[in-house]
Nanobody, 127 residues
Framework: QVQLVESGGGLVQAGDSLRLSCATS????????MNWFRQTPGKEREFVAA?????????DYADSVKGRFTISRDNAENTVYLQMNSLKPEDTAVYYC???????????????????WGKGTLVTVSS
């Protein structure tokens, strides 16, 4: 069982930056590909970013955040990060961290493919 705990959300103004963290339990963190998703009321949970297992050599982003968000991982700290720059009001959402154990560096954008989820952290961007 892997437990995920997000932190770092808050209220910011448009153009500001935030860094979300997702701390994980267990000693097998490096075996998991890690993803960030986000959700607003009445909408489906949507993919934000993904990073491959082990050294995180592969990353992928939703078009809406490319060039503004960066996902990274620190295997020594069992933590994945989402650096969010140039935030926009449309980035307002609850952000969720998710994990899936993979044998390759394949990335998935599908929420249905994730094995473990955190409880989320709220990001609010005011205009």
């Amino acid at each position: 069982q892997v437990q995920l705990v997000e932190s770092g959300g808050g209220l910011v103004q448009a153009g500001d930056s935030l860094r979300l963290s997702c701390a994980t339990s267990g000693r097998t963190f490096r075996l998991y590909a890690m993803n960030w998703f986000r959700q607003t009321p009445g909408k489906e949970r949507e993919f934000v970013a993904a990073i491959s297992n082990w050294d995180g050599a592969r990353t992928d982003y939703a078009d809406s955040v490319k060039g503004r968000f960066t996902i990274s991982r620190d295997n020594a700290e069992n933590t994945v990060y989402l650096q969010m720059n140039s935030l926009k009001p449309e980035d307002t959402a609850v952000y969720y961290c998710a994990a899936v154990r993979t044998l390759t560096s394949t990335l998935s954008k599908q929420s249905s493919g994730m094995e473990y989820w955190g409880k989320g952290t709220l990001v609010t961007v005011s205009s």
